[in-house]
Every structure is written in structure tokens, then in C-alpha cells.
């Protein structure tokens, strides 16, 4: 079993609300990372972090913001929900040792803006 | 773009047959690996297959790897009811900063 872990399983929300998708790991793992996926569709990746006090963002554009001030701790903030935000948003994180090892997911959150 | 495409997008077996799911890429790889997805939850890692090997065993699991054609394929021996999920297969393209998922292929398996 994977020792990631995300906050809120389910989230519904309204509209122009901000909320802060939490997502932790026990393991020491250095590189983190938020996926969006849709129901039945593909993984993107939206943001991911080398280490402490690195972000980057991924391959498709979001809205949303990530800091890490801790190794373990990966949040991702939405300043002001959309519909169009409604989506699954998973957590994963891993060792960084130079090619792409595997990953570690999260159980995801169900996000859902009304 | 690398990112990989499973084949088929679908797939319904009995339980008991095997189940072969396929992917595609574009570019050399350090590895490719294959997660699994219960429908609503996140990803689980299956196997990692590197540059260098052709097949790897896991269970019930085979894995192929072919470079030359730049394509993989999953084998599911034996099939349970409690294999239904999606597959996805996740290319480490050389020189990228993370990997590429695939599209997914999604089983069922009838008891």
C-alpha cells in the first residue's frame, strides 16, 4: 500500500470559492506531482515539484497553484472554482533519481463546482 | 507528442481467458511501465519494464517490451472478475522530466 495520501476524498463546491486540495507522503519521496483526469479519459499532468520550494507546471495549463514548503506536503490551491474545474484531481509522488521511476498515487479527490 | 496509445480502448473477456492489452509510443525510452486504475480511484503501479529487456513476469502478469517496433504488451493470465479496471501504460522518454500516460485500456471481466 501506498503512504500518500489526499484530502478531501469528495469535495462540492460553488462557484468562485477558493479551495486547497490536500496531499501528504510518509515515504521521503522528492518529486510530487497533481494529474487531472476526467472520467474514463487520460492522466495530465498539471503540476510537479522536484523538492522543496520547486514547482513547475506540467503539460496542461491549469488555474490552480502548488507550493512545498515541506518534503511531504504537496498542496494544490484553486484562488477561484469553476465548473470547468470539475474533474478528479490525483496526487502522486516518487524518488527522483534521474530517469522516471515509479509512481505512487494518491486516491485522488472528486472535485465537483456547481 | 510521446504519449502513448493503448490498444484496444476496450476489452470484455470471460473469466478464466487471458486478456492482451497493447501500447504504442514514439520516441526511445529509459522504461516503460503499466499501472492499474479501480474505476474512481487512483493509479497502482503494476510493473516496470526497462529499455534493455525484452519480457518481465509478475504474477500473472507478462509484460513485453519491443523497441524496435516502440510498442509493449500486457498479458492478464487467467482473468478474474476482480481484474475489471483500466490499464494504462506510462513511457520514460528519454530526456523528459516525468512520464507520459497512455490513454488507457479499459477490461471487464465477466464472472
Known amino acids: 500500500e501506498a503512504d500518500i495520501y489526499q484530502t478531501p476524498r469528495y469535495l462540492v463546491i460553488g462557484t468562485g470559492k477558493k479551495i486547497t486540495l490536500e496531499c501528504s507522503q510518509t515515504m521521503g519521496h522528492d518529486k510530487m506531482y497533481w494529474y487531472q483526469q476526467d472520467p474514463g479519459m487520460e492522466l495530465h499532468l498539471i503540476h510537479y515539484?522536484?523538492?522543496?520550494?520547486?514547482?513547475e507546471k506540467g503539460d496542461l495549463s491549469s488555474e490552480s497553484t502548488v507550493s512545498r514548503i515541506r518534503t511531504e506536503h504537496f498542496p494544490l490551491t484553486l484562488e477561484s472554482a469553476r465548473p470547468s474545474h470539475t474533474s478528479q484531481y490525483l496526487c502522486?509522488?516518487?524518488?527522483?533519481?534521474?530517469?522516471?521511476?515509479?509512481?505512487?498515487f494518491g486516491s485522488g479527490t472528486q472535485l465537483s463546482v456547481l | 507528442s510521446q504519449q502513448g496509445e493503448e490498444d484496444p480502448q476496450a476489452l470484455s473477456i470471460q473469466e478464466g481467458e487471458n486478456a492482451t492489452m497493447n501500447c504504442s509510443y514514439k520516441?526511445?525510452?529509459?522504461?516503460l511501465q503499466w499501472y492499474r486504475q479501480n474505476s474512481g480511484r487512483g493509479l497502482v503501479h503494476l510493473i516496470l519494464i526497462r529499455s534493455n529487456e525484452r519480457e518481465k513476469h509478475s504474477g500473472r502478469l507478462r509484460v513485453t517490451l519491443d523497441t524496435s517496433k516502440k510498442s509493449s504488451s500486457l498479458l492478464i493470465t487467467a482473468s478474474r472478475a476482480a481484474d475489471t479496471a483500466s490499464y494504462f501504460c506510462a513511457t520514460d522518454a528519454t530526456g523528459a522530466n516525468n512520464l507520459f500516460f497512455g490513454t488507457g485500456t479499459r477490461l471487464t471481466v465477466i464472472p
Open positions: 502522486a509522488s516518487s524518488w527522483d533519481r534521474g530517469t522516471n521511476e515509479k509512481l505512487f
Open positions: 515539484s522536484y523538492g522543496v520550494n520547486s514547482t
Open positions: 520516441t526511445s525510452i529509459n522504461n
